[in-house]
């Protein structure tokens, strides 16, 4: 096993640190009638299908070099969809020097890794404020492996893939290996944040805080968009359509939605100003 610093140390046995990524991410919409709200939900259930979840999970598997066991996938009924994905370790020569680097990850490309006994999953949560207006669609996605390489490589195609306002991302290490002495090792790489695998063009996008507990290999990164256009969060029309004050109001009701989940709690009179 090589370290980021390049020592290589010899393993009793196999690397059997699980680690393991949660990916969420919210796309907010406002949704002024019934009608607009149903549309909202049905275009999100087609976008984001059974069908393309899985094409999605498969460039995962392949940009982290994993061969795919068993592939099992639901759409719901009224909304949603599920995907897990069962993956192995494909056989290689050496794992590549990159796969230590605490740097983005790659697009989906002839790129493999080493892990094994893992597995992919997603599931996707249309919803809606039960008095109308604003409606929210989050998908969870979580890659857990086992092995040489960090899921974080996966993080880059991740964002990529999906049209977020709000996302938060958990990364944590398990368990441990040991080295011939018999020593354990609870992780095998640097790393001192989620931030330092996503790309600088996406990161100037976001507000973005991290919670992160060292000596427990826990680390937490979310992210907000930086620049309000309402236009973004109008579903089937514009704001040109809307009077000053409804331009204002609707403002108003998608901002407090985006705050009370980036800050993971309900706002003050609805509005944290």
């Known amino acids: 096993m090589k370290l980021s610093n390049q020592q290589v140390i010899e393993l009793h046995g196999f690397n059997n640190l699980t680690k393991s990524l949660s990916f969420n991410m919210y796309d907010i919409c406002y949704t002024k009638t019934k009608s607009e709200r149903e549309s909202y939900i049905e275009y999100i259930d087609e976008q984001y299908n059974a069908e393309r979840l899985t094409n999605i999970l498969k460039n995962v598997a392949d940009l982290i070099g994993a061969h795919v066991l068993n592939i099992a996938k639901q759409d719901y009924v009224p909304q949603g969809a599920s995907v897990t994905v069962l993956i192995s370790e494909e056989p290689i020569v050496e794992v590549p020097t990159e796969a230590f680097s605490e740097s983005p990850g790659p697009l989906p490309d002839n ?4 892990l094994d006994k893992s597995h992919i999953t997603v599931h996707t949560y249309p919803e809606y404020h039960p008095d109308e207006g604003i409606s929210t669609f989050r998908a969870d996605i979580d ?5 040489e390489i960090s899921p974080l490589k996966a993080l880059h195609y991740l964002i990529k893939s999906f049209d977020a306002d ?3 991302m958990d990364y944590k290490v398990r368990g441990f290996t040991r080295d011939k002495s018999g020593n354990k090792l609870f992780i095998d790489h640097d790393i001192s944040s989620i931030q330092n695998y996503i790309p600088e063009e996406i990161k100037d996008s976001y507000q973005m805080i991290d919670v992160n507990v060292y000596q ?3 680390f937490h990164t979310k992210c907000k968009l930086k620049n309000f256009d309402l236009d973004h969060y109008l579903f089937g029309y514009s704001k040109d359509s809307l009077s000053k004050e409804e331009e204002l109001e609707i403002s108003k009701r998608v901002q407090v939605e985006m705050d009370e989940i980036f800050y993971g709690k309900n706002t003050e009179n609805g509005w944290m100003g």
């Open 111 to 114: 790129v493999v890794f080493q």
């Open 143 to 147: 890659v857990s492996t086992c092995g």
């Open 166 to 168: 709000i996302l938060t």
């Open 216 to 218: 427990e290999n826990i």
